[in-house]
């Protein structure tokens, strides 16, 4: 039997990327899936207990306060800038209350999503035999533990950028190399960094390879810009 192509770069497509889904969505669950039990943890979670009404519900009246209050009206007197992690935080607070089933049941799907992202871009780089080793390595790093144990932490909202972000890459080098319209994965990169850098300071290096990748686009005419699509 001929398993040469585990070994070469290929797109998962199909049935392929959906079987990988599974995979990376049954991973997540079997490292982190009994967190759907977990609560508050009290380093981290008390922010989002303090928004929270006795009925266990953010109120859409509380938002300006809890906006002027946050790092978003604080940029230059606070050590941080992370205002993508705050609004994603206020809106999945507004969704999911005080109901930690539901804030774990989604950390337990974007680790999923991220995983399926890393995978599928390292065997689109190199092949799905290399991509698979070099996604259990990344899946067996210590530091995940610590970063989905908590409700909510800027780690997570960056970890789903930066899939996203390594998604458009793949399908914006295929786009370059047969002179399709780049316009889609030119957005879901600036999307994926935005979310990123916004949620963890430490991923702005992001915006290189952004700026990079748009340029090369511009130059090859393969990303429309105001005055071409005149």
Not at 21 to 26: E, H, N, T
């Amino acid at each position: 039997m001929n398993i040469g192509w585990a070994w070469r770069p290929v797109r998962l497509r199909g049935a392929s990327a959906a079987i990988l889904g599974v995979l990376a969505l049954a991973t997540s669950a079997a490292l982190i899936g009994s967190l759907v039990h977990g609560r508050w943890f009290m380093m981290d979670d008390p922010t989002i207990l303090s928004w929270l009404r006795p009925d266990g519900r953010l109120h859409l009246t509380d938002l300006p306060h809890i906006i002027r209050s946050s790092e978003i009206f604080m940029f230059g007197t606070d050590s941080r800038c992370r205002p993508v992690y705050w609004l994603l935080r206020m809106t999945e607070t507004a969704l999911w209350g005080d109901r930690t089933t539901l804030w774990f049941t989604t950390r337990v799907f974007l680790f999923g999503g991220a995983l399926a992202a890393f995978a599928w871009t390292l065997a689109a780089a190199v092949g799905p035999a290399w991509g698979g080793l070099l996604t259990l390595y990344i899946t067996a790093q210590f530091y995940w533990g610590d970063v989905w144990a908590h409700a909510s932490l800027g780690e997570q909202y960056a970890s789903a950028g930066l899939a996203l972000f390594v998604v458009s890459t793949t399908v914006l080098r295929e786009r370059l190399g047969s002179r399709v319209n780049a316009d889609l994965p030119i957005v879901m990169m600036s999307v994926g960094t935005v979310m990123a850098v916004g949620s963890k300071e430490n991923f702005a290096f992001l915006a290189v390879p952004l700026l990079i990748a748009l340029a090369m686009g511009r130059r090859t005419g393969i990303v429309r810009t105001r005055g071409s699509a005149a």
